[in-house]
């Protein structure tokens, strides 16, 4: 018979006989109701926040010309990935099919103190017209941070050295008009500009390399 209990009811343990080598034992089944667990690395949660701390760093849009600037663009600072070659040929091979530069997805991030913008008020918000976005124009000639984009750069000189190859063998005046109009905008690439005094994430996650 169960076993009553104070209130009146009565409390029952659940028993199940089972065999195990050949004898009877009693197995006590756990009969408190599941309770959901909570996880404490949450990665989707962690993943909101990063963005949510990222954007509020953000000053605006522009973009650079990579290639005339690359002596000067620091790299290793917030992404120490080593540059793959693998990757960068990737790339190289991407931009036959068009290089999609002024995008939030590949657009190189950099990290920069708002006073050395001399257009810093006339930044754009976003790349959703591309024609309207300003070239990012600097007061001095210091070294600019960027948080990932080596891969990009990389793979950009490589093709910009193809296609100057190309440009000095080919005798097609319409090939050489079209290779012409690609070089001149080759280096064109859209950067994120990011607020280096309000800057409040350590490093930032590893960026697309495909564009």
């Known amino acids: ?84 070659e693998t990757e960068t040929n990737k790339l190289v091979t991407s931009f036959r099919d068009g290089i999609m530069s002024m ?7 950099i990290i920069i103190d708002i006073a050395r913008i001399k257009n810093a008020d006339s930044l754009s918000k ?23 984009g080596q891969h990009r750069l990389a793979a950009l000189v490589k093709f910009k050295q193809q296609l100057d190859d190309e440009f000095n063998v080919n005798k097609v005046q319409f090939d050489m008009r079209v290779i012409m109009g690609i070089t ?4 064109k690439w859209g950067v994120v500009v990011y607020n280096q005094s309000e800057w409040c994430v350590p490093r930032m996650p590893q960026w697309p390399a495909r564009v």
């Open 126 to 148: 976003d790349f959703l017209d591309p024609g309207d976005v300003p070239e990012l124009e600097l007061v001095d000639k210091d070294p600019i941070v960027v948080a990932s």
């Open 1 to 84: 018979m169960p076993k009553k209990t104070k209130g009146g009811g009565s409390k029952t343990k659940f028993n199940t006989n089972v065999y195990q080598d050949g004898e009877m034992t009693n197995l006590h089944l756990d009969t408190r109701p599941l309770e959901p667990l909570v996880l404490d690395n949450d990665v989707g949660k962690m993943t909101q926040k990063l963005d949510t701390q990222v954007g509020k760093c953000k000053a605006g849009v522009a973009w650079i010309n990579i290639l005339a600037l690359s002596k000067r663009l620091k790299f290793g600072t917030y992404n120490d990935r080593a540059e793959n």
């Open 103 to 109: 995008k939030d997805q590949t657009a190189i991030p």
């Open 184 to 187: 001149e905008s080759v280096g």
